[in-house]
């Protein structure tokens, strides 16, 4: 209950307060014969990367700086939804903190998925959100009165262009034969012209198909299990076909001209509307080169704050280890693997925890349980008052619980869960492990030689 109420203050009360420091980061662009559409979409928890290790992409606090390299009066910014991944008491603190990172972020737009909509409607959130930004669903019950389209106008070289934004549950319509209810959602005055966008819930070639037969649709949107932004069609086919990406990575760029007469030479575009305008798409990395915004550093810290409060780190289940084996910490490993112990101790795995410590993150469950000894398991780490012992990637973390190997003087071999590499460095948390396995194993060499990183099982 505790939660959800503060949910529910910080939603309603501290949302969108506007940040009078925040500053174009990169060049703007002046040109008025573009506009811009960013889009972003499939965040499912990620508020930032990992840090483990560089070159990592994504970062609700670097997006204003590509947000920003578009006048307000010539952009629009919509998120397609899929803010989590569950629904429990993390996911609902992650949940809390995108909704006020997109007002810091000053977005137009954002499409309510169906888990969004069903967490927001169990808090009763919808108002508090509609109040802050424009929300649009194909999800929600009828008697959420969610609206299904959103419509902008921008200028562009001095005409009127009616950008309307709308959400389709394809699946739904495609069992009940009613796919032409698209009609309804574009609808623009014969007099304007129109640049109609469409974020699906599911995407097949027969949907494409059957939607681009209509031809009233310029794009569609749709939900993809890449990381990265796409453009899914063929050159100049219409409609064109794009994701936006999941975790954050990219933010889609889509572009508005005035006519392809505009841009002869041009190699970016891949699609003409029927009413002259042309388009094209372009993925941009959100990576470490971009300035990062001062208000959205200060809201991750408050998303450490609030993990912290909410005591996560006990609260995680866990496992029951087989045989009642236990974990007794590297310390007791030492009195029969001196030399071992004494190697490992130097090795940045030896201090793992301590990184956490110096970020803000040692009390977040996503990130402790790869610096710590067992922490998914009962014996395994609590917390670092509690379990000082455990702390940091140590003995039995890759050769498994030692209370028997102890207790047995070494008779009984550790067996038991054990961690592969691969389980911590996975391409979110450690981009360059895959295809290099062998040169980071090099890096943990503890043992004696003539033993090489290679024969490590």
Known sequence: MRLVICICVLAVGATCIPDKSTKPSVKPLHKTDVLMVFLTGNELGALKPCGCSGGQLGGFDR??????????????IVDTGSFVEGSGEQDLIKFDIIIQ??????????NLAEKDIEIIESLGLLDSISSVFSVISSCGPADANVPAKFTKQLSLKGK?????????????????GQIERINELFTAPANLQAVNLLILSRCDAGIISSIGEMGIVDCLICPTESDEAMVISGPNERPLVVSVGRYGKYVGKLKIYPGRSELSGSKEILHSSQNELAFSFLPVAVDESLPREASLIELYKEYQRLVKEANLLEKQPRYVLPNGLKYTGSE???????????????KPHAHAYSTLERVG???DPECVVCHVVGMEYVSGFVSGQK???????GCESCHGPGSEHIRTLGEAKTTGPRLDCSDCHTPETSGEYGGNKELYLEKIIHWREPNTGGNVK
């Open 63 to 76: 997006r204003s700086a590509v947000f920003n390299s578009v006048p307000q009066d010539r952009r629009l």
């Open 101 to 110: 990172a997109f007002c810091r972020l000053k977005y137009d737009l954002v």
């Open 160 to 176: 009127t262009v009616l950008v309307t934004v709308a959400a389709f549950d394809a699946a739904s319509a495609t069992k009940s």
């Open 332 to 346: 007791s490993c030492k009195p029969c693997h001196e030399y071992e112990y004494e190697k490992w101790s130097g």
């Open 361 to 363: 993150s040692a009390f």
């Open 387 to 393: 379990t000082a012992y455990l702390k940091n990637v």
